[in-house]
Antibody, heavy 122, light 110 residues
Framework: QVQLVQSGSELKNPGASVRVSCKASGYTFTDYAINWVRQAPGQGLEWMGWINTKTGNPTYAQGFTGRFVFSLDTSVNTAYLQISSLKAEDTAVYYC???????????????WGQGTLVTVSS | QSVLTQPPSLSAAPGQKVTISCSGS????????VSWYQQLPGTAPKLLIFENNKRPSGIPDRFSGSKSGTSATLGITGLQTGDEADYYCGTWDSSLSAWVFGGGTKLTVL
């Protein structure tokens, strides 16, 4: 079945970096984009941006430029989110999700990964 | 502040019907398809409704969606305690070139 499986929880010190992985299975990886969505503790869903899995071109939402990098390894059907210079306010659950196609203006996202909790604390 | 506006919370008794509204503008809901997501406590969001009113396989027909102008609505009939969750609407915003969500509605079934 179509699924996205993310890497496990991370505990990081402020100023460190973290990489979250999102491994796809059950479909042709390069036929669909990958979205990244953040959910801070007790808060709603916040779209971070997306990556075109055919071209590798990332697009970042407002507020997610500079310290956030989306990347791919198509040989293992995996998308990555890297966050550098971590701050306490980066503490959140990060989700990957698959839109219904590989270009902007998608109509829905399904499935979603199970989420990765990143905790930034000294 | 979310681009799409949802009521923060709603409550209803088991067996009752509830509707959750999602209000936007011509740049998002008015000209794009709406999807709805259910997030049970401690779990990832799950697609509930796509293209305004279609249900993925496995989603019971107690859940329905509709859209009119710049607003969308999620309906749930025959409420069950297992429906207690956060519900989010989402759509593409053509002006922002961004996928936008409502702030979420916490549904309590009591």
């Amino acid at each position: 079945q179509v699924q996205l499986v993310q890497s496990g929880s991370e505990l990081k010190n402020p100023g460190a970096s973290v990489r979250v992985s999102c491994k796809a299975s059950g479909y042709t990886f390069t036929d669909y984009a990958i979205n990244w969505v953040r959910q801070a503790p007790g808060q709603g869903l916040e779209w971070m941006g997306w990556i075109n899995t055919k071209t590798g071109n990332p697009t970042y939402a407002q507020g997610f430029t500079g310290r956030f990098v989306f990347s791919l390894d198509t040989s293992v059907n995996t998308a990555y989110l890297q966050i550098s210079s971590l701050k306490a306010e980066d503490t959140a659950v990060y989700y990957c999700a698959r839109p219904n196609w590989n270009f902007p203006g998608w109509r829905w996202s399904d499935p979603w990964g199970q989420g990765t909790l990143v905790t930034v604390s000294s | 502040q979310s681009v799409l506006t949802q009521p923060p919370s709603l409550s209803a008794a088991p067996g009752q019907k509830v509707t959750i509204s999602c209000s936007g503008s011509s740049s998002n809901i008015g000209n794009n398809f709406v999807s709805w997501y259910q997030q049970l406590p401690g779990t990832a969001p799950k697609l509930l409704i796509f293209e305004n009113n279609k249900r993925p396989s496995g989603i019971p027909d107690r859940f329905s969606g509709s859209k009119s102008g710049t607003s969308a609505t999620l309906g749930i009939t025959g409420l069950q305690t297992g429906d207690e969750a956060d519900y989010y609407c989402g759509t593409w915003d053509s002006s922002l070139s961004a996928w936008v969500f409502g702030g979420g509605t916490k549904l309590t079934v009591l």
